[in-house]
């Protein structure tokens, strides 16, 4: 069972937990991929009840980088 989680964060006012993990993550990581992003948000969102996933229309190959 998930559940989306609003938040307050120092210096980044409130929002989503998910949203803070991405952006935090592409801020330490200039371009990270695939794989790191994954890895990197999880490992920010371990306190909460998510589990971030990515989908596509095609195979994802995790060493390729992130890019949007």
């Known amino acids: 069972h998930q559940t989306s989680v609003d938040t307050s964060f120092s210096g980044y ?28 948000i999880r490992g920010k969102l371990t306190s909460f009840q998510q589990i971030p996933q990515l989908s596509s229309e095609g195979p994802l190959r995790l060493n390729d980088p992130f890019d949007m």
């Open 13 to 40: 006012g409130r929002g989503g937990a998910m949203t803070y993990a991405f952006i935090t993550t592409l801020t330490d990581l200039s371009q990270p991929s695939l794989g790191q992003l994954i890895d990197r």
